[in-house]
């Protein structure tokens, strides 16, 4: 399958290493077992899949500046590789890739945004629900932190913090619930016999294989 970098370059994946096309997401057994080249290519193609040179589409405002991140952001290569790839991924590799992403565009990256952002909570690794978690969080301290700077509107920021805060909260159960309910099967299979309910007592669930 081929993924286009910008321009120039692209980069083509077997269908066996692929669990979804679109954002990208990778099957971490064939990176397990791919040479250094084809993990380099993969996890290439992944991260411009998500991220992209804040030139391409992010406002910017001298005034302000530098680049209004408004869907999250900036993103540092050296944060969201090792923690998506590290598990599978010997770290001198990450790091090469790192290495080169910093060269390109630097450390601030804006990220891609697809018509079902919104929408998107089907994580296929283990730690993407944390590593999601704490981007979230950490847009939320930096939203908090302007209160200091905007004192006028201490009232407001704070509370777009705490609406931010459980909204991420929310989004990091509703996402480690479904990575486990479509990987496990015994999960389902618990939440539905385990759970108890006054209104299904002598309801019967079934769970097909």
């Not at 997401?25 to 040479?35: I, P």
């Not at 999250?72 to 969201?80: K, R, T, V």
């Not at 599978?88 to 060269?103: K, N, P, S």
């Amino acid at each position: 399958m081929n993924y286009d970098l910008d321009d120039h370059r692209s980069v083509n994946l077997p269908q066996e290493a692929v669990l979804r096309d679109e954002p990208l997401e990778l099957n971490d057994n064939w990176l397990g077992t791919a040479n250094r080249e084809e993990q380099l290519d993969a996890m290439r193609a992944w991260w411009h899949c998500r991220y992209e040179d804040p030139a391409q589409s992010t406002p910017y405002n001298g005034r302000e500046g530098g680049y209004l991140y408004g869907h999250g952001g900036p993103f540092d290569p050296a944060d969201e590789l090792p923690a998506r790839f590290s598990h599978v991924i010997d770290d001198d590799v990450v790091q090469e890739l790192i290495d080169e992403l910093h060269a390109e565009i630097g450390d601030e990256w804006a990220p891609v945004l697809l018509l079902d952002d919104e929408l998107d909570v089907e994580p296929h690794a283990r730690n993407e629900p944390v590593s999601n978690l704490t981007r979230s969080l950490a847009d939320t301290d930096t939203l908090a932190s302007l209160v200091e700077q905007q004192p006028t509107a201490q009232n407001i920021l704070l509370r777009h913090a705490f609406i931010s805060l459980i909204a991420a909260l929310e989004t990091y159960l509703w996402e480690t619930t479904k990575y486990w309910v479509t990987t496990d099967q015994e999960v389902l299979k618990n939440i539905v016999t385990k759970t108890s309910s006054p209104n299904r007592t002598n309801s019967k669930i079934g769970l097909s294989n």
